[in-house]
């Protein structure tokens, strides 16, 4: 059973548009939604994350939706750049637990220039 | 953010020989650390938590007298693949949390190839 389901598995994005990457979860128990970007043959970097308290997070140009009613969460990349081109992992866990994290199955973005 | 390193970035090895994978917090301590494996293209599967001072946690499937994990300090956490074989050629990925809450911080893979 799948806990974290992220689409699309990959994305194609003009220099300068938007970028978005959905995510859903199951598990209501889940508290702590980082987002992760990793480029071909590194490891995984930490972009942004949200707590279910806040509905929204922005750090630059990444944004986080959350909406806990739905249980879906989303990353926006405003004016997305070539550099952006990377795979983004959603992920998802029980921070008060200290349980670790559950990861989706990735989005491999590209963005043309 | 944290650092994490690892050490090696690549290694390759004969059949049936051990290999080691150091995981190091460099800025930070890391009570809890975690060990993950990923194919190409896929996602990052979890293969056990490891807390300082105490045995790790193996998820599912994961054989823990195959993969030896030693975390005896707040900095360092090891990876040992006993006997490995072709099978075992993938990519490993350790990660350390800050905090009992903290955010998960990644080192940069080892690229295991078994020959």
């Known amino acids: 059973q799948q806990q974290v389901k992220q689409s699309p598995q990959s994305l194609i994005v003009q220099k300068g548009g938007i970028s978005i990457i959905n995510c859903a979860y199951e598990?209501?128990?889940?508290?702590?939604f980082p987002w992760y970007q990793q480029f071909p043959g590194k490891g995984p970097a930490l972009l942004i994350a949200?707590?279910?308290?806040?509905s929204e997070k922005k750090e630059g140009r990444f944004t986080i939706s959350f909406n806990k009613s739905a249980k879906q969460f989303s990353l926006h990349i405003m004016d997305s750049q070539p550099g952006d081109s990377a795979t983004y992992f959603c992920?998802?866990?029980?921070?008060?637990?200290?349980?670790?994290?559950?990861f989706g199955k990735g989005t491999t973005l590209s963005v043309s220039s | 953010g944290a650092v994490v390193s690892q050490h090696p970035s690549r290694v390759i090895c004969k059949s049936g020989t051990s290999v080691k994978i150091e995981c190091r917090s460099l800025?930070?301590?890391?009570?809890?650390m975690f060990w993950y494996r990923q194919f190409p293209k896929k996602s990052l599967m979890l293969m056990a938590t490891?807390?300082?001072?105490?045995?790790?946690?193996?998820e599912q499937g994961v054989e823990k007298d195959k993969f030896l994990i030693n975390h005896a300090s707040l900095t360092l956490s090891t990876l040992t693949v006993t006997s490995a074989h072709p099978e075992d050629s993938s990519f490993y990925i350790c990660?350390?949390?800050?905090?009992?809450?903290?955010?998960?911080?990644f080192g940069p893979g080892t690229r295991l190839l078994v020959l």
């Open positions: 990660s350390a949390r800050v905090g009992s809450m903290g955010a998960q911080y």
């Open positions: 598990n209501t128990a889940f508290d702590y």
């Open positions: 949200i707590r279910p308290d806040v």
């Open positions: 992920a998802a866990s029980i921070g008060q637990a200290g349980t670790a994290l559950i």
């Open positions: 800025d930070f301590q890391a009570t809890t």
């Open positions: 490891s807390n300082e001072g105490s045995k790790a946690t193996y």
